[in-house]
């Protein structure tokens, strides 16, 4: 008989034991909670990325997940494979979110106050300049001139 017992249990798998929300478990866990320790909720999963069915579109949380995955450093070469795309779009989706996210980061976060003061000012100069304009029309003879009553 052998010294290592059986489990018999539904809980039980026989799978590699993964890290998830930046927790590692023990080598030994069964993925039961242990009776007495807080547990944290089980991370809820991104959309389930994998190759396309014929005819469907790689929508942008997809293409997302993806390169997220690349910046997490996974093999390029490897989700190439897993995901049936060249690595050559990868490569662009991966440089595009870089660009983007440098753009982003290098944009000042603009003060509402002095954008606001901004745009009042741009107006009050664009109706002194409509009243200018009007005035000068009045008194210059023509149709809108001011006539003498009789």
Do not use: C, Y
């Not at 890290?19 to 039961?32: I, K, V």
């Not at 014929?54 to 910046?71: D, H, I, M, T």
Request: charged residues 25%; without cysteine.
């Amino acid at each position: 008989m052998s010294s290592m017992k059986q489990i018999d249990h539904p809980l039980a798998v026989d799978e590699p034991v993964g890290s998830e929300g930046g927790r590692s478990p023990s080598a030994l866990s069964t993925g039961q909670a242990t009776p007495g320790l807080a547990t944290s909720p089980p991370a809820t999963p991104g959309p389930k990325v994998g190759p396309l069915a014929p005819g469907q579109r790689w929508s942008v949380a997809r293409k997302r997940e993806v390169v997220l995955r690349l910046l997490r450093g996974e093999s390029a070469e490897l989700l190439s494979r897993e995901l049936g795309l060249p690595m050559f779009k990868l490569e662009q989706w991966r440089q595009k979110a870089e660009t983007a996210l440098d753009g982003a980061l290098k944009e000042r976060e603009a003060d509402t106050a002095s954008t606001e003061l901004a745009a009042a000012m741009q107006r009050i100069g664009a109706l002194s300049m409509e009243n200018e304009l009007l005035r000068a029309r009045i008194e210059r003879p023509g149709p809108l001139a001011r006539r003498r009553s009789r």
